[in-house]
């Protein structure tokens, strides 16, 4: 069964493609929500699963403000820093199935699974669940982001782009700031 937009032929005039934004450097979600602006900018629908991140982001806030960007986070407002507790698995089950839904239901052009990758390494979501996902949608741009991308997942995209830190302020002890990082 096949769950994605049908519009997509007339709209992007091509098959889907499965774009990957993995690696350690900073920039994944920068990237993906580049994307999304882009997208919306040319008439396209878009939207955007934020998984394990639950924090009103500077970034969020953004996007929501824009017509056709839809965005829901499926994430506590904390990081998971050690092993995650049955809430967290949860809210990124919630988020699966939404992300299920909006691609039967084929309204969007643009769907961005942000963070996914994470999600599956801290065992949030079967991997099996996120590969269904790819194979079953064949008109849908579909974006996943985060850290630790699974081999069968970079296999199956047709982008990859692997982001790789080589210095950060990080490592000098300065925080994360307002506007910047968040």
């Not at 580049?34 to 008439?43: E, I, K, M, P, V």
């Not at 995650?84 to 039967?104: C, F, T, Y």
């Amino acid at each position: 069964m096949r769950i994605c937009s049908a519009r997509w032929k007339i709209r992007l005039r091509g098959k889907k493609m499965i774009q990957v934004y993995t690696g350690n450097g900073k920039g994944k979600t920068t990237a993906a929500f580049g994307l999304a602006l882009r997208a919306a900018g040319n008439g396209l629908k878009v939207y955007i699963a934020q998984f394990v991140k639950g924090k009103p982001y500077g970034e969020i806030k953004a996007l929501r403000k824009i017509k056709n960007i839809e965005v829901e986070q499926f994430g506590r407002t904390c990081f998971i820093k050690k092993s995650p507790v049955s809430k967290d698995i949860l809210l990124a089950k919630e988020g699966l199935n939404k992300v299920r839904q909006i691609l039967m239901k084929g309204r969007h052009d643009v769907v961005i699974l942000d963070e996914i990758n994470i999600a599956i390494k801290l065992g949030l979501i079967p991997l099996k669940d996120v590969l269904g996902l790819i194979d079953d949608c064949s008109r849908t741009e579909l974006v996943l982001t985060g850290r630790y991308a699974h081999p069968q997942i970079v296999k199956k995209a047709d982008l990859v782009s692997e982001i790789k830190e080589r210095k950060h302020y990080y490592r000098k002890n300065i925080k994360a700031r307002k506007g910047i990082e968040f």
